[in-house]
């Protein structure tokens, strides 16, 4: 007789584990679930994200692709995990979701960042993104990294922007305006 999922033992996946000063970033768990389906709920939390409350379900396949990244990629996303309390807040890394968009962003790393919304201004986006980043700057074998923000985002467009990202373009996507920034790996 099989056990029900959640009785059995994920697999060990080679995802580094990252520290900040706050935040530790480790590889995504069913544990996480919980808390990932409250935050994508929260309407401060989806407003930039399609505009609407992101169902139990489709966080679990989020978490899952998140998963598949890294054994199909050796890149993906990292839950981060605030020290203080031992709490999924949110996620940050690198992700390749072949995106119907003009320019094409396929087969280049897209960043993206996500952060439960009571934990806004603590400082930990910038934290996850500078640790992410840095492993990136490190592995990555191509010079560039990209990533979409909703132009009304002022909040991850400053974020972006203080980390290099510039844009390059604005294209549709899902009926809406969106704006595509590009990283390149610092010189040295």
């Known amino acids: 007789m099989s056990q029900p999922l959640s009785l059995l033992a ?3 996946l080679a995802v580094p584990l990252l520290e900040t000063p706050d935040l ?8 996480d ?3 990932a389906a409250a935050m994508h709920q929260d309407p401060a939390f989806y407003r930039f994200l399609g505009g609407h409350a992101h169902p139990e379900e489709d966080v679990w396949r989020r978490m899952l692709s998140q998963v598949g990244h890294w054994a199909l990629f050796g890149y993906g996303i990292w839950a981060m995990e605030e020290k203080a309390t031992g709490r999924f807040v949110g996620t940050v890394g ?9 320019p094409s962003l396929k087969g280049v790393p897209e960043a993206g ?30 010079p560039r990294t990209v990533c979409i923000i909703d ?9 972006a922007h203080k980390f290099g990202y510039r844009e390059f373009a604005r294209s549709p996507y899902h009926g809406q ?9 610092p010189a040295g």
């Open 94 to 102: 690198f992700f390749d979701v072949q995106r119907d968009l003009t």
């Open 24 to 31: 530790l970033l480790r590889a995504p768990r069913p544990t």
């Open 113 to 142: 960042w996500v952060l439960a919304p009571r934990l806004h201004g603590r400082g930990y986006a910038s934290q996850g993104l500078t640790a992410a980043l840095a492993w990136a700057d490190a592995h990555f074998p191509g």
């Open 33 to 35: 679930l919980p808390e």
């Open 177 to 185: 305006e969106i704006v595509l920034l590009e990283r390149f790996r």
């Open 151 to 159: 132009p009304d985002n002022e909040a991850s467009l400053r974020l």
């Open 10 to 12: 994920a697999p060990a």
